[in-house]
C-alpha cells in the first residue's frame, strides 16, 4: 500500500477542488474502497451522469475498456501519493481515516447530489469488472465505440445480466435491458 505524510494544513474544504472532494466523497461511499481503477473511473463517471454533469467536462472520452479520464486518473494518483488514499497498483482504493473523519466536509451541500453519489457508489458496491463493464457499455454506449474488450463482455452478457439480478443489483426488466433480451427469454435462461 502506498501511503505519505499528510499534506493538509487547512480544512478539506479550502484544500480540495470540487474534483478531488467528489472523487474522495465516492470512495468513501464503498465499504472496503473502490476495488480497481476501472471501478473508480466507471463510478465517478456514473456518479457524473446521475448528476447530470457532462462527463466531458472532467476529461471522460471513450477508451479501451470504455468510459476513461486521465484528470481522474491523475487526481487520484496525487491523492494517493500525498496520502489521502491508500491503493496497490491502482487496486484497492480507499481513502484514509483521516478523509473518513472529514466527510462532512467533502459531502455536497445539497441533498439529492449526496442521495445520487450514495445510490450509485451502493450499486457499483460489490460488482465484477465484467458486471461494471457491461452496465457501463450498454447504458453509455458512446463511450463503449472504442473498448477493445467490448466483444468479449458483450459474448458473456446474459451470463453477467443474470449475476447482476440475483444479486439485486437490477431489476428483471433492467437485466433484460443488460443481457439484450425479452424479459420473458432473460427470465427463461435461468428458471
Not at 480544512?11 to 467528489?22: A, G, I, M, P, W
Not at 474502497?33 to 471522460?60: C, M, S, W
Request: charged share 30%; proline share 3%; net charge neutral.
Amino acid at each position: 500500500m502506498t501511503t505519505a505524510p499528510l499534506k493538509c494544513t487547512y480544512s478539506l474544504s479550502e484544500e480540495f477542488n470540487v474534483s478531488q472532494k467528489l472523487i474522495l466523497y465516492a470512495i468513501a461511499q464503498i465499504q472496503g474502497g473502490v476495488k480497481t481503477e476501472t471501478h473508480l473511473q466507471k463510478l465517478i463517471f456514473l456518479i457524473l451522469n446521475a448528476l447530470d454533469i457532462d462527463p466531458e467536462r472532467y476529461g471522460y472520452y471513450a477508451y479501451k475498456y470504455g468510459p476513461f479520464s486521465l484528470m481522474i486518473r491523475e487526481i487520484s494518483d496525487d491523492m494517493t501519493r500525498d496520502g489521502f488514499l491508500h491503493s496497490h497498483e491502482r487496486k484497492d482504493i480507499v481513502a484514509n481515516e483521516f478523509v473518513l473523519k472529514m466527510m462532512t466536509e467533502l459531502q455536497p451541500k445539497r441533498e439529492l447530489d449526496r442521495f445520487r453519489i450514495k445510490e450509485v457508489a451502493e450499486f457499483v458496491e460489490g460488482l465484477t469488472r465484467d458486471e461494471i463493464l457491461l452496465h457501463t457499455y450498454v447504458r453509455h454506449k458512446d463511450y463503449a465505440k472504442e473498448s477493445e474488450i467490448l466483444t468479449n463482455v458483450l459474448s458473456k452478457r446474459v451470463r453477467v445480466a443474470a449475476d447482476m439480478y440475483h444479486k439485486d443489483k437490477v431489476t428483471l426488466s433492467g437485466g433484460a435491458e443488460l443481457a439484450g433480451l425479452p424479459v420473458s427469454r432473460f427470465k427463461a435462461h435461468w428458471e
